[in-house]
């Protein structure tokens, strides 16, 4: 039976699988691949080869087919998948990103986390509000039951979490690059609307893959919900099923 690693986004537990992994199994076996705290993204990517693969592989230096792994990142931990990726290719199956557009950040985007950074550090961190957390979802997917769950996976990361992932994950390269470079198949999945992926990049990326790069796909879905393993988790399940 395939594994699946599965890396979560900002302030994201294991939770946010819950409703993509009754359609994953039987099918396939899960294991969640946490954001750890402190750590640079190359840092990061050294701690997942460590905790994914060295313990598991007495010689690392002949990888099997069967030792490869299946990556699925959202989000923030679709950035660290493909980050991960491009520097442990030979340890990768297969690569899915959800949500998430594997480049630099805007620098708005970047003032702003600045920003609460800065604020968190003198006030401290109170969790996020559901109208903040609201934006992360379509429209009609803002009801109590969402918005729950969101508040409920911010409250177990914490402050803690907040601010390592705030310091530590918001300098981010542009790894279009070494993503074409690769040889494993690689997807990208992504609502048309979600205003966190970046789409110009994406369509400009997808352009030079179509012409350098046949392995790598892209999946669009309606909407503009950032939450695809929530709000999308049969069509993304069925996404993963028809790619791996």
């Known amino acids: 039976m395939k594994k699946l690693h599965l890396f979560p986004g900002t302030l994201c537990t294991e939770k946010l699988w819950q409703r993509l992994a009754p359609y994953l199994q039987p099918d396939f076996t899960l294991q969640h691949c946490p954001i750890p705290n402190h750590l640079s993204f190359s840092e990061m990517s050294q701690h997942f080869f460590n905790t994914l693969i060295q313990n598991d592989v007495l ?4 990888p099997s087919t069967q030792e490869k792994r299946h990556l699925i990142g959202f989000s923030l931990g679709g950035y660290a998948a493909a980050h991960f990726a491009t520097r442990y290719p030979q340890w990768v199956a297969s690569l899915t990103v959800v949500s998430n557009s594997p480049t630099v950040l805007p620098e708005q985007e970047v003032r702003q986390r600045m920003t609460a950074l ?3 550090k ?3 961190y109170r969790g996020s509000s559901k109208q903040r957390l609201g934006q992360l979802l379509a ?3 803002r009801h109590d039951t969402n918005l729950a769950l969101l508040q409920e996976m911010d409250k177990a990361i914490g402050e803690v979490g907040f601010l390592s992932q705030y310091e530590h994950t918001t300098e981010r390269d542009d790894l279009a690059e070494p993503l074409l470079q690769m040889s494993f198949p690689i997807q990208f999945v992504f ?3 979600d205003p966190l992926v ?6 400009q990326f ?3 893959a179509h012409a350098q790069a046949p392995n790598i796909a892209f999946h669009r879905t309606p909407g503009s919900g950032h939450m695809l393993p929530l709000e999308q988790a049969q069509s993304l399940s069925n996404i993963i099923k028809q790619f791996i």
């Open 59 to 62: 010689d690392s230096r002949s």
């Open 118 to 120: 800065e604020y968190v």
């Open 122 to 124: 003198q006030h401290g």
């Open 139 to 141: 429209p009609e997917n």
């Open 191 to 193: 609502a048309n609307q």
């Open 198 to 203: 970046d789409h110009q990049w994406m369509a």
């Open 206 to 208: 997808e352009a030079r």
